[in-house]
């Protein structure tokens, strides 16, 4: 029930926010493109001025909703500011804010990133989870090589972590440039 | 990256042709790839012995490592000879190896020096003298 008072001001839309179950009446999941049917009716008093008693009554109206499931998107980004073999902290590579426009959701709720870092590099145990990140919740860092590549992987299982997608460049992995490694 | 609760707009990884599953550890669902780039790594021109030590704990030689009763094991010393600017006949390089007097321990060689077919390795655990052997 709509309050008395209420105003709507150049807005003449009632909306009725709810949630979508995870799962349909008899257990089944919902999944993405389900569609749903919805029917909704009004009743309104006191829109007529100078005649309380009249009431309204707005025939039931049908919706059908498609439902889509959250979609989002993230890009990388590096700096690299040294060249040279055997030059220690030559830059980091990191996850960047990615504008895709058919994104619908800006959260991930604990990824796990795997750095597959250059060849001729290797982590230098230096990490910065950077601005709009929460300082709390720290990944589990551990790395491993894959042909001559290392890879680093920050494991955010368990921590209740949610990355935010807008964020500029953060959750940065510094690396050395190897003092063998090849031109 | 691996997003088990969300679905993203990034490729599957499993359409991607440089992804190998030993990257992300087997896994493959929910695997998408975020990004790529190029790292240079340049050198001037140059004859230049690069060197790097590799330790029990290391995947590559690195610059500096650690041997110790926590990480057990054989120390490896790894150089290459860069010679990007002209040619040189009968080079020599020498290579100083630890020993107690300069530093904290000694280095006890465990295998031959592995080195391509066209290399002679001396080896000698007195001091050099670079003009009694004619290297100068």
């Known amino acids: 029930m709509i309050s008395a008072g209420a105003i709507f001001n150049g807005d003449n839309r009632i909306k009725a926010y709810g949630t ?25 008093s006191g829109l007529i001025k100078g005649n309380e008693n009249s009431w309204v009554f707005a025939s039931p109206l049908y919706a059908r909703q498609n439902l889509a499931e959250p979609k989002t998107s993230v890009g990388t980004y590096y700096e690299q500011h ?10 980091f590579l990191s996850v960047y804010s990615n504008a895709d426009r058919n994104a619908t959701s800006h959260s991930v709720l604990e990824p796990i990133f795997y750095y597959v ?6 982590y230098n145990g230096n990490f910065d989870r950077g601005w709009k990140q929460p300082a709390e919740q720290q990944p589990k860092i551990t790395h491993f090589t894959v042909d001559d590549q290392e890879v680093v992987k920050l494991d955010y299982t368990g921590t209740g972590y949610i990355f ?18 090849v031109s | 990256m691996y997003s088990p609760h969300i679905k993203m707009l990034e ?16 896994k493959s669902d929910n695997v998408y790839v975020l990004g790529n780039g190029n790292w240079t790594i340049s050198t001037a021109q140059q004859v230049h012995i690069a060197s790097g030590i590799k330790g029990p704990s290391d ?21 290459r000879i860069d010679n ?21 321990f000694n280095f ?26 004619k290297i100068c």
């Open chain 1, 20 to 44: 979508v179950n995870k799962t349909l009446k008899a257990g089944t999941p919902i999944k993405d493109g389900y569609e749903f049917d919805s029917k909704i009716g009004f009743v309104y």
């Open chain 1, 82 to 91: 040294k060249r040279m073999p055997g030059d220690n902290d030559a830059g």
């Open chain 1, 164 to 181: 935010d997608t807008t964020a500029v460049h953060n959750n940065d992995v510094h690396i050395n440039n190897l003092p063998l490694a």
């Open chain 2, 11 to 26: 490729t599957p990884a499993k359409d991607y042709s440089d992804w190998k599953s030993t990257q992300t550890e087997g």
């Open chain 2, 108 to 133: 006890t060689m465990t295998a031959p020096v592995n080195v391509p077919n066209d290399i002679k390795v001396l080896y000698s655990t007195s001091l050099l003298s670079i003009y009694e052997y």
């Open chain 2, 84 to 104: 990007n600017l002209q040619k040189v006949n009968n080079g020599v390089a020498v290579i100083n190896i630890n020993d107690e007097a300069d530093n904290n």
């Open chain 2, 59 to 79: 995947a590559f030689a690195v610059d500096n490592t650690i041997a110790d009763d926590k990480n057990p094991g054989a120390l490896e010393y790894d150089l």
């Open chain 1, 117 to 122: 870092l250059p060849e001729g590099t290797v």
